[in-house]
T-cell receptor, first 116, second 113 residues
């Protein structure tokens, strides 16, 4: 068990809808990262927060947004969903503001999003 | 469970043999590397990491080798067990971690009992 908790495990919704994915980092970890995993693209970095502030941004669509709250949990909001958004969404956390030696990323078990 | 990367390269190994999983990384400026293991239906699990000022690091039954000259990373698993069957990813970053981890495509390890 990595200590990173993601909810829900599975989500099925229709095109055009909006969903919220939730992540609780490991105790003591200040950084939260969101990754998308699809069959074709592998693990793609979306966005990182450190202690409540956005730290780095990857290829995140404008329809997607995230935030990290004072208690350090994070939410990823996906709106105007399209069929191509179907994927596994992973949250990871690390102790520091960077993924580095002795502060590696630890991943949750993901949320499986299916858009129909 | 869910399948990850149906078209990944696959390595099949007999139980008890040693496994070697290879990774060619992309950025000569990368200074930190991690190996992750992903089992079906789970998130990537940290195995071992190495800094660019090292060329070898050992863990429990695993060894990571780094060859910066040819930008190559390998993961060696000793006495491979059925529980080692999974997809293995290498990941890299640079600028002392101030860039996000970039993941490779992954290799599926299949252990034959």
């Amino acid at each position: 068990d990595s200590g990173v908790t993601q909810t829900p495990k599975h989500l099925i919704t229709a095109t055009g809808q909006r969903v919220t994915l939730r992540c609780s980092p490991r105790s003591g970890d200040l950084s939260v990262y969101w990754y998308q995993q699809s069959l074709d693209q592998g693990l793609q970095f979306l966005i990182q927060y450190y202690n409540g502030e956005e730290r780095a941004k990857g290829n995140i669509l404008e329809r997607f947004s995230a935030q990290q709250f004072p208690d350090l949990h994070s939410e990823l909001n996906l709106s105007s969903l399209e069929l191509g958004d179907s994927a596994l969404y992973f949250c990871a956390s690390s102790r520091q503001g960077a993924s580095s030696y002795n502060s590696p990323l630890h991943f949750g078990n993901g949320t499986r999003l299916t858009v129909t | 469970g869910e399948s990850v990367g149906l078209h990944l390269p696959t390595l099949s190994v007999q139980e008890g043999d040693n496994s070697i999983i290879n990774c060619a990384y992309s950025n000569s400026a990368s200074d930190y590397f991690i190996w992750y293991k992903q089992e079906s239906g789970k998130g990537p699990q940290f195995i071992i990491d190495i800094r660019s000022n090292m060329d070898k690091r050992q863990g429990q039954r695993v060894t990571v080798l780094l060859n910066k000259t040819v930008k190559h990373l390998s993961l060696q698993i000793a006495a491979t067990q059925p529980g080692d069957s999974a997809v293995y990813f290498c990941a890299e970053n640079w600028n002392s971690g101030n860039t996000p981890l970039v993941f490779g495509k992954g290799t599926r390890l299949s252990v034959i009992a």
